[in-house]
């Protein structure tokens, strides 16, 4: 039996605002296999990147646990889930962010730098990582400058810089072209069979589907297991139906 | 669903782990990066702490050369004693022996004082008459322009003012002169009791401004048995041990002065002097600190989405909280060594200018208006990391409570 790196127990998300409460992630049970490949796919507004942000330790859950590697993540305070975040994960954010002021390989080396490690050898362990994802010749250029493409391998040689055991990413072909899509999702296919990391992809994207070892189908806040051949929930396949005759009755509209 | 057994709390204590090195290579990293906004910043430290620098050193600088005036040479662990009326209160050698026997006291020189009368060549000039020995003299701090301080029964030293009025301009072409000294010894009684002749050899000639006076050896009118002197000089083993021989001597019914009533004075001046040009750089540096805080101000609100990045990836608050002081310390430093640098230059300047034009006007002496102690660059030094610290408290802090997930979101 697969060894569990993560696993959510109960977790509920509720933001309360000037309208009111909303309730964002209702009952979320999973567990995550080490060394797998999941997405986390579902339709926009259905609560994947709270989920993601919950799974991250950045967002507290109102009720529930997520243990990641034996760890309860919120039994930490923000300090040390800071600390366990720089041990444990690498996030790929869907916008580039940088520290504009430094290189892209001061970038690629900051959780290097955070997690205590010195200039010298978190240089050169960046420009590993740069070198993996194809981009060491960029490494003292300013990360502004580069195409999307290019920042986004940049970015997913920042998760991977630390060798850190998970990879989150936040649907990092969002904002690219199908080409430079598919590169990255190449890329973090490679990492996970090549450096058995374990990846878990926020997309909305179905044709990834396919590449993954599980799916966690979120819809409406309700997350269901599905894994590798099987059928994909019928709210989600709805959902999907709904979008596509929306998108098709817009196209029919602009003729 | 399995549920986990165990929710194991993570016990180490965490400990900062990014190195102050790499914080301060970001900050420098992002100083630089906003070239203009740091630069202005930085000259508005260097002129707050520049002008702050500038005025104290010169109020330090015009109170040393104030001091060197008004106390010369002369020894601040010196007292001169006098009595306030030598018929009731004579100073005899019974008080002599009495302050000699005070605890701190190291030395007491005594001294007649007496009108005389020089004759040279015929002319016949009133004198102030000295009559003590070299101790005296020493502790008297007399600027020597010719000869040496050394009293014999029959030398003399005399005041550049009695030699012009004699006519010698020559100070060196005065020494080995034969001069008849005549002078009235009264009794501690009052009662006159002979006159003292002497014909003595200048052996010296100091300059004591306009006073004309002539110093003699005591020996030949202590011969006569006479103990009415007209002042002493006690000197105590410290500086600190003064104020209570002063307080003692004043017990005996005696009048005491010390150069130290002097620097006294002058201190309570250039103390005043001192907090009015403090108040004046005082403004400006309020100003910069101002500045300052703007810039940090304002880089934190650029840099939100940055500082929620830094969070993401690991930063804790004290990290961010660091990096932000860090800025501000750089800032500051900078701000304050160019400050420092500029006050210095100026002074060097300002000093070089009034040495030649003194020197056009015949004083040699190099004039040192301006003085950068090492109390002052310690304590500007100080001052200028607690401004840092200070401006960078209010940002930092915002910083570390800045939620990661809106400032992305901030972007």
Known sequence: MTESLIISHNIEKRFTGKGGVVEVLHDVDFTIPRGSFTIIFGPSGSGKTTLLNVLSGLEPPTKGHITIDGQDLYQLNSDERSHFRAQTMGIVHQQNYWIKSLSVVDNVAMPLYLAGKDKRSASLMALESL????????????????????????????????????????????????????????????????????????????????????????????????????????????????????????????? | MRVPAVFKRHKKRLRSVIRPRILTYIALKNLFSKRLRSALTIIGIVIGIGAIVFLVSLALGLRSVVDQQVIGSKSVKAIDVTTPNSAIIPLDNARINKIKGFAHVTQVAPAYILPGKVSENGSLTDVVVYATNSTYVGLSALK???????????????????????????????????????????????????????????????????????????????????????????????????????????GLGLTTASPLDTLSEINNIFTIFTFVVIGFGGIGLIIASLGMFNTLTISLLERT??????ITMGARKA?????????????????????LFVAWLLGTIIDTILTHYAGDHGIQNTIHAFLITPLLLLITVVFVFLIGWVVALYPSRRAARINPIDALRHE
């Open chain 1, 131 to 255: 070198d993996r994802v194809g981009m060491k010749e960029f490494a003292n250029r300013l990360p502004t400058i580069l195409s999307g493409g290019q920042q986004q391998r940049v970015s997913m040689a920042r998760a991977l810089a630390s060798g850190k055991e998970l990879i989150l990413a936040d649907e990092p072909t969002g904002n690219l072209d199908s080409k430079n899509g598919t590169m990255i999702i190449d890329l973090l296919m490679s990492i996970r069979n090549d450096l058995n990391r374990t990846i878990i992809l926020v997309t909305h994207n179905i044709e990834y589907l396919p590449l993954s070892d599980k799916q966690l189908y979120i819809h409406d806040g309700y997350v269901t297991e599905g894994s590798r051949g099987e059928r994909m929930p019928p709210e989600i396949l709805d959902s999907l139906k709904a979008q596509i005759a929306s998108l098709t009755g817009m196209q029919e509209g602009k003729r």
């Open chain 2, 144 to 250: 020597f322009v010719g000869g040496n301080s050394r009293i014999t029964n029959n030398s003399a030293i005399v005041s550049t003012s009695l030699l012009s009025l004699i006519g010698q301009s020559s100070p060196k072409s005065a020494i080995g002169k034969q001069l008849d000294l005549t002078a009235t010894l009264s009794s501690a009684s009052g009662t006159l009791t002979k006159p003292f002749e002497e014909k003595l050899i200048v052996s010296g000639v100091a300059n004591i401004g306009s006073g004309i006076a002539v110093y003699i050896s005591s020996a030949p009118l202590q011969a006569m048995g006479d103990d009415n002197y007209g002042q002493i000089k006690v000197v105590a083993d410290n500086r600190s041990n003064v104020p209570t021989i002063r307080s003692q001597i004043a």
């Open chain 2, 305 to 310: 989405s940055e500082i929620g990045l830094l």
């Open chain 2, 319 to 339: 990290d961010v909280r660091r990096l932000m002081i860090i800025e501000s310390l750089l800032l500051a430093t900078i701000g304050g060594l160019g400050g």
